[in-house]
Structures are given as structure tokens and as C-alpha cells.
């Protein structure tokens, strides 16, 4: 399953199911899931962050395709290289925030001491 992504008629890339960032998605909520902290907060984080992420994934496509088409020699490297860590990265943010705000906060450590 793919789909060509065309800028004034030429076609620039092919988008496949695979950057529709799902895995990624899984992974991230995997990841959240693994050290919820109350339901509703889990529930409320994610509905937040896992639109961001999507968001964040049709810039990507966006941005990739504005290389292929006006500096081609870059999109190459862009794609196999500064997007995924840049999504990456952002998923490992979006974790932190997650451990440090919402499961380990001050509120959680002075009630188990």
C-alpha cells in the first residue's frame, strides 16, 4: 500500500504504510503504559500526546518531501537519518515528561516515605 506525493505534478516521493508512524505510536504508548501512574491521568496524557505525535509525523512527511523536491541531494539522509531521530528524540521527551511530572512527582514521593 502506498500512495506518490506530487508537488506541481511531479511526483516527488512514494509514501508507504510504513510512515504512518504507528509503530511508533505503539511503542511510545507501550512505553507510558508500562509505568502508568492513575488511569485517568494515563488516559489524559495520552490523548494529548499521541495527536502531537501524529502531528508531528505529517510535518515530517511534509518537510521530507519539501527536500526531495527543492534540495534533492538532502532528502536521502533527511529521511534515513535526521527525521527518525527527531521523531525518536521526541517520543524519549514526551517519556521523560511523562516519569518525571506524572508518575514520579513530589506529591507521589512524600506520601511513600
Given amino acids: 500500500n502506498y500512495v506518490w506525493f506530487l508537488i506541481n505534478k511531479k511526483q516527488v516521493s512514494m509514501v508507504n504504510e510504513g510512515c504512518n508512524a504507528l509503530s511508533v505510536m505503539i511503542l511510545y504508548l507501550s512505553f507510558v503504559l508500562a509505568f502508568a501512574s492513575t488511569w485517568k491521568k494515563t488516559f489524559l496524557y495520552l490523548l494529548f500526546t499521541l495527536p ?62
Wanted: glycine share 4%.
Fill in 52 to 113: 502531537v505525535i501524529h502531528l508531528f509525523n505529517i510535518v515530517r512527511i511534509a518537510s521530507i518531501n519539501y527536500l526531495l523536491f527543492f534540495h534533492p541531494k538532502y532528502g536521502k539522509d533527511a529521511h534515513d537519518y535526521i527525521f527518525p531521530t527527531i521523531i525518536y528524540g521526541l517520543i524519549i521527551v514526551l517519556w521523560i515528561v511523562w516519569i518525571k511530572y506524572f508518575v514520579f512527582n513530589k506529591k507521589n514521593h512524600e506520601t511513600d516515605q
